[in-house]
């Protein structure tokens, strides 16, 4: 998976090139299955294992993840807040043999299980 290049084409749309062909392999709008009007990739991570999973963070706060197979995303996660979501990092446990998601917007931090979507493992907010 080295050789996949992802731009964003046209907000909400992204764009595949595989660098060896130099060549689109494919684009979609990612965002769309949210259901969201007006919305934007504000946010884009492969996992680092295998890097067949993408999350993607919208422009109204959600997080959509897809396996690269498919057409729709597998899961979709809302942050609840409706802020841009501004960064999203795979992480690697020592307790879990998956990996977690860390998502930000302006409000929360989340650390959560993308394949059950519980937030149980922690949530940060900052005090103002």
Known sequence: MGWLLVVAR?????????????SSVGGRDVVAPARDI????TALEFDGEGGFLMAVGSSSGKVLIYDLRSSYPIRIKDHM??????????QQTLNSERPKLITTDNHIVRIWDP???SNS???IMPSF
């Open 10 to 22: 046209m907000v909400p749309y992204i764009e595949c090139f595989d660098m060896r062909t130099r």
């Open 115 to 117: 394949e059950t979507l």
């Open 81 to 90: 807040y409706g802020s841009p979501i501004l960064d999203i990092k795979w």
């Open 121 to 123: 493992h922690m949530q």
């Open 38 to 41: 007006d919305q934007e990739v």
